[in-house]
């Protein structure tokens, strides 16, 4: 029996040694100015420094000899400038005996806040005159997302005399993807006028989009040397069917219904014209 209890006090006073010795795992380990502190059995210190000159470059923009002076600075996308062009509508048209040829070809350069923006649009016979075409230079501010404030002027290259025009508006995205420009103008002689366009594309596959498009015009006073009056001046409706053979290249075909409106109209029929066309189309749409 005082042998046992000899035992057992032995062992009870080896264990309180023992774990006087080893620090519990949950006291954090202090660092010691020689390094030797106990450390875990997975701890791996940490690597040394990466030598001179091998250290990762930060983003600098610098010019030929000036020093380096905006290390530091996160480059972000509106720091860049980019540009497109895109040929929206490069189209053979016919109605009947009427053959023509149509272009509508955008380009802007610039950030996401400000862009230089043009627009060049026009008609004309196939193997004939240019009936009319058009030129328009925007400054492009964005206002909030998807939409810009644009201003700028306009010049139409007509066959009777050219005009020249003041111009602003909007062009940006309304909910479900419609595709908006509505601009107004004020002519060199005072007439005032906008124009709406619309158009959204639907996607049967990621290749076949339908695309239907919507223009309109209105006059604020009458202009008889163009064949222009007050009111509404013309509609025009098309619908476009387009397969992507690649994402920059896409030929279509479709159907485009135009009808002069109002005093318009009537001063084109009494002019000897034509008010009411309907189109078959085929061309293709572009950009790069």
Same mark, same amino acid.
């Given at each position: 029996m005082k042998n046992f209890a000899t035992s057992l006090a032995m062992l009870l006073l080896s264990s309180v040694l023992l774990a006087q010795e080893q620090p519990p795992q949950t006291v954090p380990i202090q660092a010691s100015d020689d390094g030797t502190e106990p450390k875990p059995e997975d701890y791996r210190s940490p690597p040394l420094p990466p030598p001179p000159g091998k250290q990762i470059r930060k983003y600098a923009e610098d010019a030929a000899g000036k020093p380096q002076q905006n290390f530091g600075v996160i480059p972000i996308h509106d720091n860049q400038k980019f540009f497109q062009v895109l040929g929206k509508r490069l189209e053979y048209r016919r109605d009947g005996d009427i053959e023509k040829e149509l272009w509508e070809i955008d380009a802007?350069?610039?950030?996401?806040?400000?862009?230089?923006?043009?627009?060049?649009? $026009?008609? #004309?016979?196939?193997?004939?005159?240019?009936?009319?075409?058009?030129?328009?230079?925007?400054?492009?501010?964005?206002?909030? !997302?998807?939409?810009? =404030?644009?201003?700028?002027?306009?010049?139409?290259?007509? !066959? #009777?005399?050219?005009?020249?025009?003041?111009? $602003?508006?909007?062009? $940006?995205?309304?909910?479900?993807?419609?595709?908006?420009?509505?601009?107004?103008?004020?002519?060199?002689?005072?007439?005032?006028?906008?124009?709406?366009?619309?158009?959204?594309?639907?996607?049967?596959?990621?290749?076949?989009? =339908?695309? !239907?498009?919507?223009?309109t015009d209105f006059s604020f006073s009458e202009v008889p040397d163009y064949n222009i009056g007050d009111g509404f001046t013309g509609i025009e409706l098309g619908l476009r069917l387009r397969y992507m053979i690649t994402p920059k290249f896409a030929p279509y075909i479709g159907i485009s219904w135009e009808q002069k409106l109002g005093e318009t109209a009537d001063l084109i029929e009494a002019d000897g014209g034509k008010t009411e066309f309907t189109f078959a189309v085929a061309g293709f749409r572009f950009w790069f």
């Open positions: 802007w350069y610039g950030g996401d806040h400000n862009k230089l923006y043009l627009e060049s649009e $026009g008609e #004309r016979e196939v193997g004939g005159k240019t009936e009319s075409a058009k030129l328009e230079v925007f400054w492009n501010h964005a206002l909030r !997302p998807f939409w810009d =404030l644009q201003l700028g002027v306009r010049h139409d290259f007509n !066959p #009777r005399e050219s005009r020249s025009f003041l111009a $602003g508006g909007i062009q $940006g995205m309304t909910p479900y993807g419609f595709e908006t420009d509505l601009t107004g103008y004020i002519s060199e002689d005072g007439d005032a006028s906008w124009r709406l366009e619309m158009e959204r594309g639907f996607h049967f596959t990621q290749r076949l989009e =339908l695309e !239907p498009r919507l223009e």
